[in-house]
């Protein structure tokens, strides 16, 4: 964003100390990385408060500073004070001020899984005909949906990931995104430590629904979704069935698998997509929903599609020494482990093996889907399974009554990390899931093992 010092004052709904005609050109909010002729906005956090970097953020050639009224550091008159109420709220009111002035075609992506990997096959299929943004990685909070807004130039799309944790945060996002469109990947069980139960979780993701302009893109087979209706809008449903339905997914090896696409007029298209897996059939028939909804020709979609890149840790291959290491370690809940598992059972290897670490944020049902986890697992004929954390010992646990004796259980990833080379030698393949917080791509950092 680029503007005067006047419009922020406008904007926010706040008091300017200064002149009224500065130009700045960006909004920072960390003072470890702002540049010269930016803005800076003193966020306050549990840990942290923006306002203690005023002077920092000066002698690194701010523009301007936005703080809370009840800030009382003295004024400096070489650059322009925007006292207001809510730092966290001016910051997206001036990421919504910017959207509307930028005017591209915003659509919001949103779901309980595959909401990032979603966002990245849009990105790739929309730029073949038009100029788009999107969020960086995953950053798909207030700060970063805000942050991405705000680094819209003249774009004619920005592909927007928007993410919550608790109850009231959809409603917020909806407010700063405005979305033309949206699309909602499905409805499952995840972060229901602050968003308890299914069906509040949809009431969650439906605000992003409800807030769309023009058009909502849903996924067929999901029970909250696929009965999803409103008047004055196109609804566009994609799954096993609607308007891009997708069968035949089959997992070639671990970089590839191939699916068909079929549209209403039942023309069918052969893809072939550099990252397997069973869960993402659904999030690319998603995508190229919204793709041919805004006229991507499927000739671009089917060549887009086999160069499409998703972040790192994310069914992401890697060979040490002669093991293949799929680590899909990003995050973990109850519906994305077990398609990790369905899919790496189909690699074609002889010796696989499981590290698998906690599914964090379940709350109260931690106990429950961890046990219905090992029930799911019970099927499977892995070489050996390794359990990583506190709150998946109970897979382990129900694991064992099952009569599995080939399980191990450890506290954290520091204990396995000593048997990895062993364990790395005596594999084929092994796939790696866990939620974030238990890090356990750390178990192939480069300084802890001798097999590369």
């Known amino acids: 964003m680029f503007g005067t010092s006047g419009e922020l004052r406008v904007v926010t709904h706040g008091s300017l100390k200064g002149d009224v005609n500065v130009l700045f050109d960006g909004i920072s909010i960390d003072s470890r990385t702002i540049k010269k002729g930016e803005v800076f906005l003193a966020l306050k956090g549990e840990r942290f408060d923006g306002h203690e970097f005023i002077e920092e953020v000066i002698k690194k050639g701010a523009s301007g500073v936005i703080v809370n009224r009840n800030f009382k550091g003295k004024y400096r008159g070489n650059l322009f004070y925007i006292y207001v109420n809510d730092t966290k709220k001016a910051l997206g ?3 919504t001020y910017w959207r509307k002035k930028v005017n591209p075609k915003v659509i919001a992506v949103t779901g309980s ?29 207030y700060f970063g949906v805000s942050l991405t807004l705000l680094k819209l130039r003249d774009e004619d799309f920005a592909v927007v990931e928007a993410g919550i944790n608790h109850k009231g945060e959809m409603k ?9 469109g949206t699309i909602v990947t499905n409805i499952a069980p995840v972060h229901l430590e602050g968003i308890p139960s299914l069906r509040e979780i949809f009431v969650e993701k439906r605000v992003l629904l409800d807030n769309a302009r023009e058009v909502v893109f849903v996924n067929s087979d999901d029970k909250f979704l696929g009965n999803y209706s409103r008047k004055g809008i196109d609804i566009i449903k994609f799954g096993k069935s609607g308007n891009i339905k997708y069968k035949n997914v089959i997992i070639l090896s671990e970089r590839l698998m191939k699916l068909d696409l079929i549209d209403n007029s039942q023309d069918k298209r052969e893809i072939v997509f550099p990252y397997p897996g069973i869960g993402l059939a659904v999030n690319i028939a998603g995508a190229v929903a919204v793709a041919r909804y805004f006229n991507i020709e499927w000739d671009d979609i089917v060549d887009a599609l086999k160069g499409v890149s998703l972040p790192k840790m994310r069914m992401e291959m890697r060979k040490i020494g002669d093991t293949s290491v799929i680590v899909d370690a990003y995050n973990s809940n109850p519906t994305a482990v077990k398609n990790a598992i369905e899919t790496f059972d189909k690699f074609k290897f002889r010796r696989k093996s499981l590290i698998l670490g906690d599914m964090k944020e379940l709350g109260k049902w931690s106990c429950y889907y961890h046990a219905l986890l090992g029930r799911y697992l019970a099927k499977f004929n892995f070489n050996e399974i390794y359990f990583v954390g506190d ?5 382990f646990e129900t694991l064992r009554k099952h009569g599995k004796r080939n399980v191990e259980y450890v506290n954290n990833v520091n204990e396995l990390k000593k048997n990895m080379k062993s364990i ?4 084929d393949a092994i796939l790696v899931k866990g939620s974030r917080s238990i890090a356990l791509e750390k178990l192939f950092e480069e300084e802890t093992i001798d097999v590369i």
Do not use: F, W
Not at 424 to 427: C, I, V
């Open 93 to 95: 009111q001036i990421a």
């Open 391 to 395: 709150e998946i010992k109970k897979t």
């Open 424 to 427: 790395l030698e005596k594999n």
């Open 172 to 180: 917020e996002l909806a407010e700063v995104i405005q979305p033309d």
């Open 113 to 141: 899984c595959g909401k990032t990997s979603t966002k990245e096959i849009i990105h790739t299929l929309l730029s073949r005909r038009y100029k788009t943004l999107k969020n960086y990685a995953n950053l798909n909070n």
